[in-house]
């Protein structure tokens, strides 16, 4: 059975949590999420990673240019069964050919397979991917109870906030660039912030 994204990060990296800062701290924020059908809700014991915009945008780009890459292997392969499905079953109309049908029980055996294997490539390399921010991040924090969260003595610099949702079979990341002069900034994580490539949707 899949983990989470966020339990799997949670048992690979400790967190330092960064809460209870009462000046103005330089970079804070909320994230929230809206369903559909649900009213918008905050994401609280989220994590946060704060990461130098120079690392963090190269890496981003690498790892949804594999994604696709693999994924639309995948996809071809995954094509290639269905036209042949689709041309057995033509094939055999209303004739009862023992043969044929064993043929094409095979080949629905295979589109199980790839389907699950698809499902598990993308699940899996969410949560890779989710490790490796973690790795690479200055910072990280957990969101409070209301979705707060924040980052103090920053250094002057152009940063990559990242965060991971999830809901119900789906998660990914809500991620928002951003520039500090020195003077506090806020940020809010939301729908608008969701990462379009690095995405674990699984098919039905």
Same mark, same amino acid.
């Given at each position: ?73 995948? /996809?071809? @392969?995954?094509?290639? $069964?269905?036209?042949?499905? &689709?041309?057995?079953?033509?094939? #055999? %109309?209303?004739? =009862? ?60 610099? /152009?940063? @990559?906030?990242?965060? $991971?949702?999830?809901?119900? &079979?789906?998660?990914?990341?809500? #991620? %928002?660039?951003? =520039? ?25």
């Amino acid at each position: 059975m899949n983990i989470s994204v966020k339990f799997a990060v949670l048992l690979f990296f400790s967190v330092l949590v960064q809460s209870c800062v009462k000046k103005p701290i330089d970079i804070s924020g909320t994230v929230s999420m809206e369903y559909a059908g649900t009213q918008i809700s905050t994401t609280k014991e989220s994590f946060v990673f704060l990461l130098h915009d120079s690392i963090a945008t190269p890496y981003l780009n690498k790892r949804r240019k594999e994604f696709q890459e693999e994924l639309e292997r995948m /996809k071809i @392969v995954q094509s290639e $069964i269905f036209a042949k499905f &689709d041309s057995l079953k033509s094939a #055999i %109309s209303n004739k =009862e050919v023992k043969a044929l049908h064993l043929q094409l029980d095979s080949i629905q055996s295979s589109a199980v397979e790839i389907k699950k294997r698809i499902n598990e490539f993308k699940h899996d390399y969410v949560v890779f991917t989710a490790k490796e921010l973690a790795k690479k991040a200055i910072l990280t924090a957990k969101t409070a109870e209301n979705g707060v969260f924040g980052f103090d003595q920053i250094s002057i610099g /152009k940063y @990559v906030l990242i965060s $991971i949702y999830e809901e119900k &079979d789906h998660s990914g990341f809500l #991620i %928002s660039t951003v =520039e500090f002069t020195g003077k506090p900034i806020n940020v809010r994580l939301e729908n608008h912030s969701i990462e379009p490539v690095l995405i674990y949707e699984p098919e039905k």
